[in-house]
């Protein structure tokens, strides 16, 4: 019981990381059409500037924040620079995004080395939390911690979406972006204010990925990997059809990690199949 | 890209090599070839064991017997058939006398398969662990002077059960055959001594959230056995820890080696106490190891790592015998390399970790090292050695025909009933 109790809990944990960086790779991708598959390098790179500014500062919620807005500001200066010149041009974007992340990815290895880093855990957060349950005894405190920031995410990307004039507008764009051009609204603006938020999203879970495991070249593809295979199930676009993702992919990984070690990788894909075999536009996304 | 078959390059290298010093005479340089991985997540490795290989040839002023030295290096990237492509290309289109490499254990296998069939050529392992190189099935012509994954646990299982009293542990290593020989090395003693295996965990390589093995482990255990390398070990290490796991562990070659123990921004108190095995000494007091680690240091400078790793070490020791075998025989490999070869099979060469010989599969027998993490006055975290395990040769001691009849090392195997 304490076992599975901790793996559901675990799954769920893992499935808040992935969220918070799946939410930013489906916004873009609903607005904008661009498969960002330098999503993953965002995620890393925001993981080793949050190590470096706590390192700098030795707060660890600074850390976070330096993360979120260095590679918001990176998003939205490729937005501006790059990808506005190639407007309507999906392949060549994604090439470019693909190009991109190999860039990224051998810089990072020049600057950072190839060995492992680990953010530390504010401390309040650090170790085991001791619940004295008897079912549950120890959890990782700073697991719980994630949960927490991917729900307060959750409700301000919500917040944001529906109640704001720029969410607004990221929403009449995922609908239909050739009317919401239209009515006059400089759309340019929109996709340079997504495209930072996604990116910063990215950022910011590398800095928490970094806290409960931790940064090393390889992981971008992971990640990007992950959050692909998340969106795809939930279908592109929905930040709604992200969270479900997340969470049935995080628990399926768990899941099949504990269980059945050596075939673990194998659910993630046979829940891909079946959605795309059943209801290809993936569970929330509209065809 | 297309390669040549095998024996054509095979046939083109003899040619030359019978051609060559007619035409040439002495003055042509003697052409070594070596492979190592200089690209991906091995790179670090890589060129460290290329680090290992420049200072064995420095010794000897990259001469011999009067003849220049010429190096020809091609990065490979843990793949067999990168270990291959480069074998090939280093033989037919460079030339090469003697290839020395390559670095991870299934690079080594495919080398030492490719090698049987190239004729005028000696190979030399570089780092490449995997016991079934030389064990079962060795090539007349591929010679390995560092030693394996299993060898390197040598002294640790009797250890942990004599010493700490630790008679029942569980094992959490990444599913491939290199963990499984280390594994297994750490097996055949631990069992032997009197210890169980509780539960065994497999993992696949580049797992980043063990939360749910953490769990999994049973509570009673006196110890857990761990045999991950690099970002994998601090991540379990790590999340055992926040998860409440308070059993010691105890480390496979790379659970505790430096790269883990410089791992940026964790907090491992815990590891302080760790033992663990393998090749290379950690901090040693002995005159010809400090004087190898000094040299390391002086030759290098900043690039260097805090300590020279195994790789160093294989590499060193690999090119360090090369260099002693043609030493011997003036560097006349013109016979087409009998005279080498068996210079090389009778070789008993002095290295920084004490001397090193080969068995009847051309596989080396030598000193094995036990370590036990602990903490300077700055509060770094080292591996101090603990304890020396001399000539431990593949079959860790066991007659051969006793050692092969166990099976391969495997997620299964070997069970403690086979070994007692």
Known sequence: MTQFLAITLNGLTLAALYFIVASGFTLVFGLMRNINLAHGAFYLLGGYIGFEALQASGNWFFAVAAAFVAIAVLGALLQMLVFRHLDGQELRQTLITLALSIILADLMLWFWGGQTYQIAAPEAFQGPLRTGLDVLPAYPAMRLVNIGIAIVIGVLLWLFLTHTRTGMMIRAGVDDRAMLQASGVNVHRVFAATFALGAGLAGLAGVLGGTVESLSPGEDIRILLASLVVVIVGGMGSVVGSAVGAVLIGLAQQYGLAYTPTYGALYTFVILIVVLAVRPQGLFGRS | ?420
């Open chain 2, 1 to 420: 890209m297309t390669h040549k078959p095998a024996k054509l390059a095979a046939t083109s290298a003899a040619v030359m090599l019978a051609v060559s010093p007619a035409v040439f005479g002495d003055d042509e340089p003697l052409v070594i070839g070596t492979m190592a991985t200089l690209e991906g997540a091995f790179a670090s490795a890589g060129e460290d064991g290329m680090r290992g290989f420049e200072m064995a040839l420095a010794e000897y002023d990259y001469e011999i017997g009067g003849r220049e030295i010429e190096v020809i290096t091609e990065s490979t990237d843990t793949t067999p058939e990168s270990a291959v492509n480069a074998a090939q290309k280093l033989v037919s289109v460079d030339d090469a006398d003697i290839l020395l490499g390559p670095l991870s254990g299934s690079e080594g296998i495919a080398v030492r398969d490719y090698s049987r069939n190239v004729d005028g050529v000696t190979f030399i392992n570089g780092a490449s662990a995997a016991q079934e190189t030389t064990l079962r099935n060795p090539s007349e012509n591929f010679f390995r002077f560092s030693t394996d994954g299993a060898q390197w646990m040598a002294g640790l299982g009797t250890y942990v059960v004599e010493e700490r009293g630790w008679d029942n542990v569980a094992t959490v290593a990444e599913d491939y055959s290199y963990p499984y020989s280390q594994v297994a090395g750490f097996l055949y003693e631990y069992c032997d001594a009197g210890g169980d295996v509780a539960e065994r965990f497999w993992m696949p390589i580049g797992t980043s959230d063990y939360s749910s093995i953490v769990y999994s482990i049973p509570p009673d255990v006196d110890a857990v056995f761990v045999a991950l390398t690099g970002a994998d070990a601090v991540d379990f290490l790590q999340q055992y820890r926040d998860a409440g796991g308070e059993a010691p562990i105890i480390g496979g070659t790379n659970t505790v080696d430096g790269t883990v123990l410089s791992a940026e921004g964790g907090q491992r108190d815990h590891l302080v106490g760790t033992p663990s095995a393998a090749p290379i000494p950690g901090d040693w007091d002995d005159a010809d190891w400090t004087a190898w680690v000094d040299r390391y240091h002086e030759m290098f400078g900043d690039d260097a790592l805090d300590e020279p790793s195994v790789f160093a070490h294989a590499y060193y020791t690999n090119a360090r015998a090369m260099m002693a075998a043609l030493d011997e025989i003036d560097g006349d490999i013109d016979d087409d390399h009998a005279n080498f070869q068996q210079a090389l099979a009778d070789l008993e060469v002095d290295t920084p970790t004490g001397p090193v010989g080969l068995d009847e599969n051309r596989a080396a027998i030598a000193n094995m090292f036990l370590r036990e993490v602990r903490q300077d006055d700055d509060g770094n975290l080292y591996n101090a050695n603990i304890g020396v395990t001399e000539n431990v040769s593949q079959t860790l001691g066991l007659p051969r025909d006793e050692f092969l009849a166990l099976e391969e090392p495997s997620r299964n195997h070997p069970q403690c009933s086979e070994i007692r």
